[in-house]
């Protein structure tokens, strides 16, 4: 079993539609959940990050955590065009000197129709 | 937040010969990283990039495949040696900054090399 699993998708919905994008994971050690958006020929970006199990709103996007289910998901509200890329979710044990060892999922590619 | 390039931005190469890419951010960093990102697949690291030391390599990759350098604080190369189409991958270069124990430390990543061995 990978550390992080991910659907790669593709997704594809119709623009103004919630989108609902999660990875599982089997290592309890894992404190620090992200998600990076990468756009075609662009590097992954950080979108959000969230410490522990709990939620976290930034605009339209939302992110969950449920440390007791080892799952994690990010929605999109009002999902527009400009959302379409591929969405990475990554974790890390620790911050400090161990927050630069990211676990990645294998992204879920998002269009997201006009 | 760190401004990150990578040249060059993609190449073909033929089998058995090496490429080298090279990684430059616009401020001195902490620690300097290099991933691949193969088709389907995890970004995986490959090594952290050590100033003024030998590279730490990832399980799984060896210093004769991926040789790394890094002179200074904002710079770094890595080069894919003996090509084969197994290495066709995106190489990205990622940065942290440690600012202390209490604050999330953010990593940025470069716009990536598209590598194509035939």
């Known amino acids: 079993q990978k550390e992080v699993e991910q659907d790669p998708g593709p997704l594809s919905v119709p623009e103004g539609a919630i989108v609902s994008l999660n990875c599982t994971y089997s290592?309890?050690?894992?404190?620090?959940f992200m998600w990076y958006r990468q756009y075609s020929r662009k590097g992954p970006e950080l979108l959000m990050y969230t410490y522990s199990s709990g939620n976290k709103e930034d605009g339209r996007f939302t992110a969950q955590v449920d440390k007791s289910s080892k799952y994690i998901s990010l929605f999109i509200r009002d999902s527009q065009p400009s959302d379409s890329a591929t969405y990475l979710c990554a974790m890390s044990p620790v911050s400090g000197a161990g927050s630069y060892q990211l676990t990645f999922g294998k992204g879920t590619k998002l269009s997201v129709i006009p | 937040s760190a401004v990150i390039s990578q040249k060059p931005s993609r190449d073909i190469c033929q089998r058995g010969t090496s490429l080298t890419i090279q990684c430059q951010v616009d401020?001195?960093?902490?620690?300097m990283f290099w991933y691949r990102q193969q088709p389907g697949q995890s970004l995986t690291l490959i090594a952290t990039a050590n100033q003024g030391s030998e590279a730490t390599y990832e399980s799984g990759f060896v210093i004769d495949k991926f040789p790394i350098s890094r002179p200074n604080l904002t710079f770094s190369t890595l080069t894919v040696s003996n090509m084969s189409p197994e290495d066709s991958s995106i190489y990205l270069c990622?940065?942290?900054?440690?600012?202390?124990?209490?604050?999330?430390?953010?990593?940025?990543f470069g716009p990536g090399t598209r590598l194509t061995v035939l």
């Open positions: 990622s940065v942290y900054e440690w600012t202390g124990p209490s604050s999330y430390n953010e990593q940025f």
């Open positions: 401020s001195q960093v902490t620690m």
């Open positions: 290592n309890s050690a894992f404190q620090y």
